[in-house]
């Protein structure tokens, strides 16, 4: 019951910071209550021995009954898979408290800097409560509840606390993009809640319709009704829509870019760290255990709409100057990788894409944060205007080289470990056929071109010499502190990932279509 | 005729109460706003707890008017929005407030006498003079606002056009009575298939959307809500709609109407369809904050209507939480404001901006009540347009749910503005310092309270009704 407590501790928070206008307790206090949610779902893991015992099934609780009428409650459930979810977006969450310690050398007066801190806490500590009641939701709405309650803070984080960036404006649609001011906060805020909310109404038209055909919203009823109920293409089409939006999914990836420029440091990392894998978690939940055989019939589609991810992705970080943008891009070359992961329908490739979303998880909020510390100490992110950072920040180039060859997918780090996996799973289900070998070209073809723009940046950026020498700045203990432990859990990944596979166990099989 | 007083001692009540305050104006020399809030709540806590005593369904004064269960919560409703607004009139320091007092409480008084028998009506000479009763002290009221020239240009309108409803209704009764040759209001006994019947209801109904402010008949709202003295909109913006609507949702679905009039039910579809779509999209371009929020009402009285074509025992307490929602979220959101515009006709929205820094209490109320209007999870407002998109989904299919859902997005997007306005830095304009007195900050915190206590577990209504 007690992890259940990570839904409720942010609230403490959140009114803590209300009330409270103490500099210490702004800045040290979320972090302290992300840690012990962390320490309990750690707790959480040893005490129903996880690791290394099969006789976990999972934790089901109803608190209360919504709507008695169309089976809505307030019910949550704790597999297997959630809990390595949970453990993933409270490191985000935490890392992200990290990034918004330094905000106040923003050039401002102390005081606003500390309302604005106060501020952006508290939404990142609504967002925390968004994102776990997401993931161990076990009703249609109640998924749909907390989706909202961590969407709704990301428009407003943006809008008020965001970076205006410069961008050129050409192609035949100048005339009509000049009037939208692209690249200002408020374009990227406004991309970003437009395409999230049109998201979010196409999601819930979808659970609506799936709850109210199915005569209950509760997940585990309806998975065991009969498939033909529940297999109706519209609902399919608006779920794929609206998850494949929020994961950015080709044909709806361009709020990403824009959204992760002109946000803040915290606001990329929750972005990549964890929001982005709301639709993959919506894929986990929902399309793929409750409508089975219509997802198997589309899985072709989805496979192409993942490779053109990985390959679109990829070709488009090569071209960008902002460190930013880079990241953007890539992390979209990799959310491709989950998506087919998923649709390759064995143990190892989907244990490849769990294995995926935590891994890139961390290795994008660890590059992300590198990159928020390189503008806080140089004023700028564009590959163009960096040079010698080697020189003049070891520390801090040291981490951004790591987390570039994490995301590479060097051995010994996460990243290796889940890209082996989904290629190995890829190749056991479509071996024999000429779509086989086509389909794991495509992943390594994503992990050379991922080595190309990932060393161009830290070529350019860190190694090429200056002409003059530069004084050094470097990372602050509080900055180190978190990148280390980012540092830590990639490598523990990518050194013992047995552990993650005794947690998953033999979760796989909720996840394998007929 | 003792239970004839028995069953109408509320409103009785309540027009004994607004007498007491004329004559307490008129005589009494000192204190005259104090001893007005004592008689005014004293009033409606008395006929609340006679309502509560009330029970079962009764028809009677020639079942030209019924009392129920559903008129009951209603008029639950109706009584504690009004004592709301009522005291935050009251209470506040406007100096118009302390001129007029006993003319405002009065006139008000009289209208909730009207908004009460409009519920229970079911004859239409009782419906036209309790909707008459209703509305004719809203005209004056307006004519009362900070700004003489357009406060009367606002009442002269809405004057006229509400005139001109009241003519669609008589002459809708007219109509009816030479269909039917009675006036008790029964629909299901007009011909369907004659042409004076058909006009009848047409003509009822363009009435019933002039009064709650439907599309087409909507273009007094902007006016009437900018001219308007800024404290009479708490009132102005819920008893009057939320009267009007449950009246037609109880005469609709009172009678088995839509057996013989199913084509009715497209007709009230479009009107409400037309009324979430086009409102919303006005609603986009208005700089002014009393025209924003006037038009932001449309969609939702198009919403409220589309109870009047479902079941009524399914959507019973459905009713009663998008009521709810809707009484708690405006009366929070215009008194507060209220307290902020100071009765400026000419409030733009941008003159938000930087109001988190300046009163903090307020604008977290501001934001509550417009997250709750947006319709954001946790706050009552989802459950209300939950529950609609799931009632018009089980009833009418995906086509129809739709428009909701069109309406519902574009709605985020002004309500979200609003908030970012008053969240963010700048603040050019600065906005006069706002007091508040104990008691309406009271009544704010309780009116967030309810909103969050709903938003929470909305099954707790259902304990009131």
Redesign the interface.
């Known amino acids: 019951m007690s992890v259940f407590f990570v839904l409720i501790l942010p609230l403490i928070s959140i009114i803590t910071l209300c009330l409270n206008n103490n500099r210490n307790v702004i800045r040290y206090l979320p972090i302290l209550i992300s840690t012990l949610s962390l320490g309990i779902i750690f707790q959480f893991v040893f005490k129903n021995q996880l690791i290394s015992e099969s006789t976990f099934d999972s934790l089901y609780v109803n608190f209360?009954?919504?709507?008695?009428?169309?089976d809505v409650n307030m019910s949550f459930k704790i597999d297997r898979i959630s809990v390595l979810l949970l453990f993933l977006s409270q490191i985000t969450i935490i890392t992200a408290f990290f990034s918004t310690l330094k905000i106040a050398s923003n050039g401002q007066s102390l005081d606003e800097s500390y309302?604005r801190l106060k501020?952006i806490n508290i939404w990142i500590s609504f967002i925390s409560i968004g994102i776990c009641g997401l993931i161990i939701s076990s009703n249609l709405?109640v998924f749909?509840?907390?989706y909202?309650?961590a969407a709704?803070p990301i428009?407003?984080m943006i809008?008020?606390w965001g970076y205006n960036l410069k961008r050129e404006v050409s192609g035949p649609f100048q005339k009509i993009l000049k009037h939208f001011n692209v690249g200002t906060r408020e374009y990227g805020?406004y991309k970003i809640?437009?395409y999230l909310?049109?998201a979010s109404?196409l999601i819930?038209?979808g659970l609506?319709?799936l709850g109210?055909s199915a005569g209950s919203f509760e997940i585990m009823n309806i998975s065991n009704l009969d498939s033909y109920k529940i297999n109706s293409n519209?609902v399919f089409w608006l779920l794929l829509i609206g998850f494949g939006t929020h994961s950015a999914l080709w044909p709806f990836h361009t709020w990403a870019p824009d959204g992760h420029g002109t946000a803040p440091t915290a606001g990329s990392i929750i972005f990549a760290g964890i929001l982005m894998k709301i639709g993959v978690i919506g894929f986990i939940k929902i399309l793929i255990p409750l409508m089975n055989e219509i997802t198997l019939d589309y899985s072709n589609l989805i496979i192409t709409l993942a490779s053109i991810n990985i390959v679109y992705g990829a070709f488009t970080a090569l071209r960008q100057d902002d460190l930013k943008y880079v990241a953007a891009y890539a992390s979209l070359s990799h959310i491709g990788y989950i998506f087919l992961a998923l649709m390759t329908n064995n143990k190892t490739g989907i244990d490849g894409a769990i294995f995926q979303i935590i891994s890139h998880g961390l290795i994008i909020c660890l590059l992300f944060f590198t990159v928020g510390v390189i503008y806080r100490i140089k004023g700028t992110r564009l590959i163009s205007e960096l040079n010698s950072m080697l020189d003049s920040s070891p520390i801090l180039s040291s981490f951004f080289i790591f987390s570039a060859f994490a995301s590479i997918g060097f051995p010994l780090t996460s990243g290796f470990v889940s890209e082996f996996m989904i290629i190995n799973g890829i190749y056991k289900s479509f071996e024999p056929t000429n779509l086989g070998i086509l389909l794991i070209c495509i992943p390594t073809l994503g992990i050379l071109l991922t080595t190309v723009y990932m060393f161009r940046a830290v070529k350019d950026c860190f190694i090429t010499l200056a002409n003059k020498i530069q004084q050094i700045i470097d990372m602050d203990k509080d900055e180190i502190i978190i990148c280390f432990v980012l540092c830590f859990f990639i490598l523990f990944i990518g050194l013992f990932p047995s552990i993650i596979q005794d947690i998953l166990n033999e979760s796989y099989k909720g996840l394998v279509m007929k | 005729m003792g239970n004839l007083i028995h069953n109408l001692l509320p409103e009785i009540l309540i027009i004994i109460s607004s007498f007491l305050v004329l004559f307490n104006s008129l005589f009494n020399t000192k204190k005259i706003k104090e001893v007005n809030i004592y008689i005014s709540s004293a009033g409606i806590i008395l006929a609340l707890t006679f309502l509560f005593m009330q029970a079962g369904t009764i028809s009677f004064m020639n079942n030209s008017l019924i009392n129920s269960e559903y008129t009951k919560s209603i008029k639950i409703l109706i009584l504690i929005s009004s004592f709301i607004s009522l005291c935050f009139i009251n209470f506040g320091k406007n100096e118009l407030i302390n001129k007029f007092s006993g003319e405002y409480t009065f006139l008000i008084l009289i209208s909730i006498t009207g908004s009460l028998l409009l519920v229970s009506a079911r004859e239409f000479f009782t419906l036209i003079i309790s909707l008459e009763l209703l509305s004719i002290p809203i005209y004056l009221i307006t004519a009362m606002g900070g700004n003489p020239k357009v406060a009367i240009e606002g009442a002269t309108k809405l004057f006229f056009f509400g005139t001109v409803s009241t003519v669609l209704i008589i002459f809708s009764a007219v109509l009816y009575f030479a269909g039917t040759g009675t006036t008790l209001i029964n629909f299901s006994e007009l011909d369907s298939t004659d042409l004076i019947s058909m006009l009848s209801l047409f003509f009822f109904f363009l009435s019933i959307c002039f009064k709650s402010g439907l599309i087409p008949m909507h273009f007094w709202l902007s006016d009437t809500y900018q001219s308007a003295p800024s404290n009479l909109l708490p009132y102005l913006s819920t008893v009057p709609k939320i009267a009007v609507i449950s009246m037609l949702i109880g005469l609709i679905n009172y009678n088995s109407f839509f057996e013989s009039f199913s084509s009715m039910k497209n007709i009230i579809f479009i009107f409400s369809a037309c009324s979430i779509i086009y409102g919303s999209i006005l609603t986009l371009k208005q700089n002014n904050l009393f025209r924003l929020l006037a038009y932001s009402g449309i969609p939702h009285a198009g919403m409220m209507v589309i109870f009047s074509i479902i079941n009524i025992e399914l959507s019973y307490s459905f009713i009663f939480i998008y009521f709810c929602f809707y009484i708690f979220s405006n009366l929070a959101l215009y008194m507060t404001l209220s307290f902020i515009t100071n009765n400026q006709y000419s409030f733009l929205a941008d003159n938000l901006k930087g109001l988190y820094k300046d009163s903090p209490y307020i604008s977290i109320i501001l934001i509550v009540s417009i997250l709750s209007l947006a319709g954001v999870p946790l706050t009552a407002g989802f459950w209300g347009k939950f529950n609609l998109i799931i009632l018009t989904y089980a009833s009418y299919g995906a086509f129809y749910t739709s428009f909701i859902l069109i309406g519902a997005a574009i709605g985020f997007y002004y309500y979200l503005r609003i908030i970012k306005l008053i969240l963010s830095d700048k603040n050019i304009n600065s906005l006069n310092k706002i007091d508040i007195s104990i008691q309406n900050k009271i009544l704010l915190g309780f009116c967030i309270l309810i909103i969050i206590i709903i938003g929470l577990n909305p099954n707790l209504i259902s304990y009131l009704i």
């Open positions: 209360y009954s919504l709507l008695p009428i169309f309302t501020q709405f749909f509840l907390f909202e309650v709704v428009f407003l809008s008020t805020s809640t437009i909310f049109v109404i819930f038209f609506a319709i109210i519209l």
